[in-house]
């Protein structure tokens, strides 16, 4: 009995890394594809790209995710508990269960933290460009100052921009029309210097 006390918090300690670890494998995944999807002006198709778009429309979406993967988290935790073990070691191991609770809320707190900062700027996006007669030019600067910083650009606001151009509006269409006429700059900006190679390295000519 003694050692199956012991057994019990390890085993809720372990369901719950397990469980998580699939909740961050599953979001990495569904990112990519998302991310995939709107860097290709597509309109998320699968059902995890879907999911991705659902989680960061908005704030609210992040707290229901978080206390759905609790609620899982906590049936789980009983059902392994009445099946293996039994109730009475389960409540034992209360304490455990709460502090697994509390990591698990910690995690999604963050992640609504992240989904509120890109809104934050969504808003910005939308608001500056809303309001200007140039709205073309607006966007155009705002990608420009983004591409100039390099590696240093933030990501969130790449992100934000991306995901406004999914808009059927003036916004996300100024937006969208900049993005891809950026690409195709890009497109012949790599190829240039290619040619120049080619062109470089083709040896002497033979009359």
Known sequence: MQTL???VPFAIVLLYLTMQTLWLIIGRISRDR????????????SALSRYYGWRVENSANGIVEGFVLVFVLIIVVIGLGLVVFTID????SFPIIVFVVLFSLLSTAQQVW???EIIDKETRIVTSIKTS???IGVAKSMVDE???QGALGDGRTWFALFKLAQKRDQTGWAIKDVLIEKGKEEDIRIQEPSKDTSSTDSGPEIS
Do not use: A
């Not at 998302?34 to 198709?45: G, N």
């Open 5 to 7: 006390t012991g057994v």
């Open 34 to 45: 998302y991310l995939r999807d709107i860097m290709s002006f597509r309109t998320p198709t």
């Open 89 to 92: 070691l389960v409540i034992q």
């Open 114 to 116: 992240r989904v509120k």
């Open 133 to 135: 007669n140039d709205k």
């Open 146 to 148: 983004l591409y100039d």
